[in-house]
């Protein structure tokens, strides 16, 4: 045998067993990968809603997006504490509505999940829910001026969105929504209403669907970067009372929705689902 050939085969010997020792955290690794929640259309929508939030800019690093739990109402689920581009099935959790996590695996939930919980507590009538710091909608909560609908696009989020200051009630915070009892302060302000802003930090989405939530998200932020934009060059005119409940059972038809979904997850790289 040469030497050349003694080499290759020394090689070949360390490689083989270099993979037998590394066989054990593979056949681990693996086995976290799978331990997610069970395989629903609602998981998979909740897996694309976060793809797609994060690829039209509403969340970044931060921001989450929720579903109330379809075998029992008292829960919901979101992903464990990660950003939303990366988010997998894998990474789904299911939670109490006071915040408890139910996952065997305890990974670090994210820390404003109570925004979640409280909402699904106040509101029988919300299946899912988002949680975002989009920056054009950031000017409106810090000012107090009024965001409204001001494309039919928009109508979506409602005539009225109220401004949650959490310093009202909680004094100086680090912001974040740490709390059942600040997330039940903050569903108050939301009321009836679909969407609150939060000063000096975001906003909260709410719908009866993960599709209409993220639909609704992505066109507040959108009205508000219109509205800015018109007031600068003059004094905007938005949609009459009418015309937002005339747009929106419109928008929340079957047609638009499913046309906007498949859209917007075709532009995510996920499939349509
Ligand atoms: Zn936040």
Not at 110 to 138: C, F, K, Q, T
Request: glycine share 6%; aromatic share 6%.
């Amino acid at each position: 045998m040469s030497s050349h050939a003694h080499m290759a085969r020394r090689e070949f010997v360390r490689t083989a067993l270099g993979m037998l020792a590394a066989a054990p955290f593979a056949a681990r690794s693996l086995a976290q990968d799978t331990a997610g929640l069970e395989d629903r259309i609602e998981f998979r929508r909740l897996v694309a809603a976060n793809r797609i939030l994060a690829h039209e800019e509403v969340v970044d690093a931060f921001g989450h997006v929720s579903v109330r739990d379809p075998e029992n109402p008292g829960r919901y689920v979101m992903a464990r504490s990660r950003s939303p581009e990366l988010v997998e099935h894998a990474d789904l959790i299911r939670f109490e509505q006071d915040g408890r996590s139910l996952d065997p695996g305890n990974r670090r939930p994210y820390g404003e999940r109570m925004i979640h919980g409280a909402i699904y507590e106040a509101r029988s009538d919300v299946d899912a829910v988002v949680h975002n710091h989009a920056y054009p909608l950031l000017p409106f909560g810090i000012t107090g001026r009024a965001l409204e609908p001001m494309v039919h696009t928009a109508s979506v989020i409602g005539p009225e969105v109220p401004i949650w200051d959490i310093a009202a009630r909680f004094d100086d915070t680090d912001m974040l929504v740490r709390s059942m009892e600040q997330g039940r302060d903050l569903a108050a302000t939301l009321g009836d209403n679909t969407c609150v802003l939060m000063r000096g930090h975001g906003a909260v989405v709410t719908a009866s669907s993960l599709k209409a939530a993220v639909m609704t998200a992505i066109y507040l932020k959108l009205n508000a970067e219109v509205q800015l934009q018109a007031m600068a060059i003059g004094t905007p005119r938005g949609l009459s009372d009418r015309e937002i409940e005339l747009s929106r059972a419109t928008q929340f038809s079957p047609l638009a929705l499913d046309r906007a979904w498949e859209y917007f997850c075709v532009r995510a790289g996920v499939d349509p689902i």
